[in-house]
């Protein structure tokens, strides 16, 4: 069964900085896709970083409110995909959940096509 474990949230600053971790037990996550949603109370899912490849190619999508802003990577040895966040603004604060499947999905941030789900961590921005 796969097994999806988030960690690295916690409170910060505006313009304060969080790295984010995704692990997982009895999967590979280095063959699959991967990526980092989040929902803010009242608000639907929303994706914000993936990897799509499940061929190495290591292609990544962002989500436009992010972008030049957060990186997703992956540590293979570890078998763990990071986010890093930077300039944290107080709209980033949600609980971000990291998503895995064993398809490619169609669209990386449509939510439905992700079968495997971490627990989430909270992130909170503010002053």
């Known amino acids: 069964q796969v097994q999806l474990v988030e960690s690295g949230g916690g409170q910060v600053q505006p313009g304060g900085s969080l790295r984010l971790s995704c692990t997982a037990s009895?999967?590979?996550?280095?063959?699959?896709?991967v990526t980092w949603f989040r929902q803010a109370p009242g608000t639907e899912r929303e994706g914000v970083a993936g990897?799509?490849?499940?061929?190495?190619?290591?292609?990544?999508y962002y989500a436009d409110s992010v972008k030049g802003r957060f990186t997703i990577s992956r540590d293979n040895a570890r078998n763990t995909v990071y986010l890093q966040m930077n300039s944290l603004k107080p709209e980033d604060t949600a609980v971000y959940y990291c998503?895995?499947?064993?398809?490619?999905?169609?669209?990386?941030?449509?939510?439905?096509?992700?079968?495997?789900w971490g627990q989430g961590t909270q992130v909170t921005v503010s002053s």
């Open positions: 009895e999967f590979t996550l280095e063959y699959y896709p």
């Open positions: 990897f799509s490849d499940s061929d190495g190619s290591g292609e990544t």
């Open positions: 998503a895995t499947d064993l398809m490619i999905p169609r669209r990386w941030d449509d939510d439905s096509e992700y079968d495997y």
